[in-house]
Nanobody, 126 residues
């Protein structure tokens, strides 16, 4: 089992920044690719970003590319999501997740992640 706990969400004005953190415990953190997903009210959970086990590869949804940066510190068992130039449409609950998958086509699908955090609310006001 892997336990994930997100933090860093909040209310921010459009154009502002937030940094989300996700602390992992349980099994070996470096064995897992780490993803961030988000879910807005009435919408399906959508892929935001993923970083592979060694932090050598990162992938982003088109809607956040150039504004968000995913990173990880395997010595601290933590993954981060730096969010800049936030827009009202970024408002959602953000979830951290873990998977042993290594293929990009699988890492962007929430159904391929067995471990999830409880989520943290991000609200961007206009």
């Amino acid at each position: 089992q892997v336990q994930l706990v997100e933090s860093g969400g909040g209310l921010v004005q459009a154009g502002g920044s937030l940094r989300l953190s996700c602390a992992a415990s349980g099994r070996t953190f470096s064995n897992y690719a780490m993803g961030w997903f988000r879910q807005a009210p009435g919408k399906e959970r959508e892929f935001v970003a993923v970083i592979d086990q060694s932090a050598g590869r990162t992938y982003y949804a088109g809607s956040v590319k150039g504004r968000f940066t995913i990173s990880r510190d395997n010595t601290k068992n933590t993954v981060y999501l730096q969010m800049n130039s936030l827009k009202p449409e970024d408002t959602a609950v953000y979830y951290c997740s873990a998977t042993t998958d290594v293929l990009y086509t699988r890492m962007i699908r929430p159904t391929n992640y067995p471990y999830w955090g409880q989520g943290t609310q991000v609200t961007v006001s206009s």
